[in-house]
């Protein structure tokens, strides 16, 4: 299991940590209306998943703001996702505030489904570990950071060059 600290403190993750090779595991999480989406909604695509603690946290904006920045230049066959535990009504607020228009954010926060799948739910606080994933569309996980700091940045040009790879 990824070790992973949330201000220098070890949390505990609960689920199972995805390894690359694998099927990437489903999840039932929110819409910003409220609708249910798991990863067959966005089947015969490749899927960029950000995994972000809270959208109102300045390293989790911008995570965001980063790859929604990215989206157009990496085509149409690529959909970003959001996951965090924020309610639906505050992504959508947050996604206004930012214009944040080329991803799709996605609330964990009635089931953990998505955190426990994927083994990022932190017990201790029951926010998601900052991490991200890429799927591709035969649903193969090709990439996967659990971020070993909850504070600290993804890497941002690994996750997007395992993207583009898929692409070409």
Not at 11 to 32: D, H, I, R, Y
Not at 85 to 94: E, G, H, V
Not at 120 to 138: G, H, I, P, T, Y
């Amino acid at each position: 299991m990824a070790e992973v600290t949330f201000k220098n403190n070890p949390v505990t993750l609960v689920g199972k940590e995805v390894v690359v090779g694998e099927k990437a595991p489903n999840f039932s999480v929110l819409a910003n209306d409220l609708s249910p989406v798991t990863l067959q909604d966005s089947a015969g695509k490749i899927r960029l998943i950000s995994v972000v603690p809270s959208l109102d946290t300045g390293v989790c904006s911008t995570q965001t703001n980063k790859f929604n920045s990215e989206a157009a230049s990496l085509g149409d066959d690529v959909v970003i996702l959001t996951v965090s535990m924020d309610l639906p009504f505050a992504q959508k607020r947050w996604c206004g505030a930012n214009a944040a228009d080329a991803i799709q954010t996605l609330s964990d926060h009635r089931d953990a489904s998505f955190g426990e799948s994927y083994g990022v739910l932190m017990q201790e606080l029951r926010l998601l570990a900052r991490s991200v994933f890429v799927v591709d569309k035969n649903d193969v996980v090709t990439y996967a950071e659990y971020v070993g700091e909850g504070t600290d940045h993804p890497n941002y040009e690994k996750a997007l060059e395992a993207v583009k790879v898929l692409t070409n």
